[in-house]
């Protein structure tokens, strides 16, 4: 008799033969929703606009996924990592750590698909936040965060000219404040996203503490061209990880090993063929 589908996947899966991160790509479209508030935060930049002063401003915005409320919409100067840092701190700050973000695969999160590591999401991953990038041309990954940014340009930018950064972030905030606790969600079964939500419990630390491993871990640190030396071979990780140690750890698989950062796995490769993955 056959074992039934779920069984071979159990034990394909038990024996490492099945790698999350993959599996997810070659899901089929779906909505989803999150069962509590900040499993998932989506995080995006709005397309940027001209304000009076011939200055451009970038509305950075991050969802709840569950709830749909905003924890930040921020008018900023640019879309450089050090400013989205910025933000993020605060916000982190006044709501707690989300378990993971979602965040496309642009700068500053993410170079491209093979080069997934800025370090932005370094230091996201160093707080213990998960980090997800969608696939490639699929942007209805991040739907609710597509629909935030339609709802904002109706409501608050469509036909208007803000003078400065002052003026847009004071209406930013009376809009996100009118979005979270007034306006109803026909996706949230007419509730406002303020019922829904409720703070993280696991506080932003001000000081990160030391990166320990196991002892059965081989740690490596890596170098300031984003590679570590590892029996005998020089492995490519990412320059995002210069100066920080990780774990090396050997698979089911003979010559395959896995690289751990911190507790989340960046790369895999065979030592017979030298590929990381």
């Known amino acids: 008799m056959i074992p039934a589908a779920s069984t071979i996947h159990a034990i394909l899966r038990r024996h490492g ?19 509590v508030p900040n499993q998932l935060w ?12 011939s200055q451009r401003c ?27 840092k ?4 605060l916000t982190f700050r006044r709501y707690g750590l989300p378990e993971r973000m979602l965040m496309d695969n642009g700068s500053p999160w993410g170079n491209d698909r093979e080069h997934p590591h800025t370090p932005l999401t370094v230091w996201l991953l160093r707080l213990g936040i998960g ?25 608050v930018l469509q036909g208007r000219v803000f003078a400065d950064f002052d003026p847009i972030q ?7 404040q009118l979005y979270n606790q ?20 696991r506080p932003f630390p001000e000081v990160l503490p030391a990166i320990e491993y196991g002892p059965d871990d081989l740690v490596r640190r890596v170098q300031d061209h984003g590679k570590i030396c590892f029996q005998n071979r020089v492995l490519r990780i990412s320059k995002a990880f210069r100066g920080y140690p990780v774990a090396l750890r050997p698979t089911v698989q003979d010559r395959v090993w896995e690289v751990y950062f911190c507790t989340y796995k960046i790369a895999q490769f065979d030592l017979q063929s030298s590929e990381t993955h």
């Open 42 to 53: 989506q995080m995006d930049f709005k397309g940027h606009f001209a304000l009076g002063n």
């Open 131 to 155: 980090v997800s990038h969608p696939r490639p041309y699929h942007p209805q990954t991040q739907g609710k965060e597509e629909r935030f940014h339609r709802t904002l340009q109706a409501e």
């Open 86 to 89: 910025e933000r993020l701190t």
């Open 170 to 176: 004071q209406r930013f905030d009376q809009w996100r």
């Open 182 to 201: 007034q306006r109803p969600h026909q996706a949230l079964g007419m509730e406002v996203p303020a019922h829904r939500y409720r703070p993280s419990p």
């Open 58 to 84: 970038h509305p950075l915005t991050v969802l709840d996924d569950h709830s749909r409320y905003a924890v930040c919409l921020q008018a900023c100067r640019n879309q450089q990592g050090e400013t989205v």
């Open 17 to 35: 033969r099945i790698d999350p991160a993959e599996s997810v790509k070659h899901q089929a479209c779906q909505r989803f929703e999150h069962d």
